[in-house]
């Protein structure tokens, strides 16, 4: 069964540019999360999708981050304008069931900003 | 809200040594816990969950982990260790009802040979 995808690995925008991840889950599965992982910190959930409808929100930056997952399927992050403090590891993840501990993270996108 | 601490930021230990990485939390209720590692320039791959029952719970690759309630900890071990076993790893708690996890800082253990 492959994995979940993400692209681009490796990204180096200036600040205020803007920039959009991309993620693939494993197939079949209905949740998909995105996290930001700050160098030196654990990861923190910026949004959680239950099919093509968001479930959690509350800890995304909705004045310069935006996230969708049409068809309930894949889906894309985007940041902008970005901010120096935006320099992170965006990982995605999804779960196979609705509410399940079992989450299957993808390789992450590290997102510079100078 | 639940929280999560990771009291080592980094461990190096010899290959074949045993390990212990320390993670306490705090929650008003009841908690589910979890341990996930992250091998260089890779996404987190669940290692063992504590969800009920006994409190020694065993993982994949050797590791274990043993829920502490009355200490508020679950810390991960490991007898003897590889050099495959450099990574980083995440302590993760949640509670009933409420599937988002929330991460410690991560520990880094260098496995040197």
């Known amino acids: 069964e492959a994995g979940v995808a993400q692209s681009p690995r490796y990204k180096i925008i200036e600040k205020r540019q803007s920039v959009a991840f991309w993620c693939n889950p494993i197939s079949g599965h209905a949740t998909l999360y995105w996290y930001q992982q700050i160098l030196g910190q654990g990861p923190k959930l910026l949004i959680q999708f239950q099919n093509n409808g968001v479930v959690d929100d509350s800890q995304l930056p909705k004045d310069r981050f935006s996230a969708e997952r049409l068809k309930g399927v894949d889906s894309t992050l985007k940041i902008q304008p970005a901010k120096l403090e935006d320099s992170a590891v965006y990982l995605c993840?999804?779960?196979?069931?609705?509410?399940?501990?079992?989450?299957?993270f993808g390789p992450g996108t590290r997102l510079t900003v100078t | 809200a639940q929280s999560v601490t990771q009291l080592d930021s980094q461990v190096p230990v010899f290959e074949e040594a045993p390990v212990e990485l320390r993670c306490n939390y705090s929650?008003?209720?009841?908690?589910?816990l979890f341990w996930y590692v992250q091998y260089p320039n890779q996404g987190l791959q669940l290692l063992l969950k504590?969800?009920?029952?006994?409190?020694l719970v065993k993982g994949i690759n050797g590791f274990e982990a043993e829920f502490n309630k009355s200490q508020t900890s679950f810390h991960l071990r490991k007898p003897s260790v590889h050099i495959s076993d450099t990574a980083e790893y995440f302590c993760?708690?949640?509670?009933?009802?409420?599937?988002?996890?929330?991460f410690g800082a991560g520990t880094t253990v260098t496995v040197r040979a």
């Open positions: 993840a999804s779960s196979l069931l609705v509410v399940s501990y079992e989450q299957y």
């Open positions: 504590y969800l009920s029952g006994s409190t």
């Open positions: 993760a708690v949640s509670t009933p009802n409420d599937y988002k996890l929330s």
């Open positions: 929650s008003s209720v009841s908690v589910y």
